[in-house]
């Protein structure tokens, strides 16, 4: 039976942490997880935007509003505070424009982003107690805290590797996708199942028995590969691929980086731990 593991969002929280002590809270769930993944306590960000009401995040990540530029994401932040995109623009928010954060602003800023390095002590503590699947379980919540957190996938391989699962391992915003036949690596690249990315995508999966090939269509984008063939299309463009698409065990597998750029995800690797970890921007 899988437990969630949720911690106390409080700056108070990381430093009894490093005096060796953590809270957490231990309950049954489906999928190791609470079905929110949200702090027990949280945080709010009240500002007054209204100074800058045409302002995106985009255009102000990239200082287009100039000193203006950290209010469109201080707007977005209150949206997404107990999301995994809550950590990387809390993240932003205090090391780009800091100087236009009061005090207050910048201890609930903190405490997001210290929910990674919270959960990842405890994940710490449970290891040196002898409780490796309980610490999977923790540090498996510190990456739904931030997808793009690739250190915490690398501690998350690590604890895997304790417990005997070797081999590649696949990360899709920050799940883990159910497959028949597990990731490997072929001449270089990183085969996955399709169907498995696809649906974690949540892509439209289709498969051709005369052409043996399979199509996925997302977002107006649609990719096609044939089997045994380094042929494949993307919205009817001509790409040549460094290993084709083969069929193992049954299931249909497919080189990861590639799909996953062409459906405008992106996907990063993990050398030492073997990992793959593919999220939408």
């Known amino acids: 039976m899988k437990k969630t593991w949720t911690i106390l969002a409080s700056c108070a929280l990381a430093t009894s942490l490093m005096a060796g002590s953590a809270f957490a809270k231990s309950e049954n769930g489906n999928n190791g997880s609470n079905g929110d993944n949200k702090p027990d306590k949280s945080i709010t960000v009240d500002v007054d935007v ?27 932040i209150n ?78 391989g690590k604890l895997y590797d304790k417990l005997g699962k070797k081999g590649v391992k696949l990360y899709v915003n920050g799940e883990e996708p159910a497959f028949e036949v597990a990731p490997f690596i072929r001449e270089g690249s990183t085969l996955v199942p399709f169907r498995a990315i696809s649906e974690a995508l949540k892509a439209t999966v289709s498969w051709d028995p005369e052409e043996r090939s399979v199509t996925v269509t997302r977002d107006g984008i649609t ?13 009817g463009n001509e790409v040549t691929l460094e290993v084709p698409a083969a069929i193992e065990n049954g299931s249909t597998v497919v080189p990861v980086r590639f799909v996953s750029e062409a459906l405008k995800a992106a996907v990063k690797w993990e050398a030492e731990t073997q990992s793959v970890v593919i999220y939408e921007e």
Do not use: C, R
């Open 50 to 76: 209204n100074a800058n009401a045409d302002a995106s995040v985009t255009s102000d990540t990239y200082g287009s509003h100039g000193s203006n530029g950290y209010k469109g994401l201080l707007n977005a």
């Open 79 to 156: 949206n997404v505070k107990d999301k995994p995109a809550g950590a990387v623009i809390a993240d932003l928010l205090l090391t780009k424009y800091e100087t236009k954060l009061t005090d207050e602003m910048k201890a609930e800023l903190e405490a997001i982003t210290e929910k990674v390095a919270a959960l990842s002590a405890v994940a710490d503590i449970l290891v040196q107690n002898g409780s490796v699947t309980e610490a999977v379980y923790v540090q498996k919540e510190a990456i739904t805290a931030n997808v793009k957190n690739i250190d915490s996938y690398k501690k998350l």
């Open 223 to 235: 990719v096609k590969l044939f089997i045994d063939s380094k042929t494949a299309t993307v919205n």
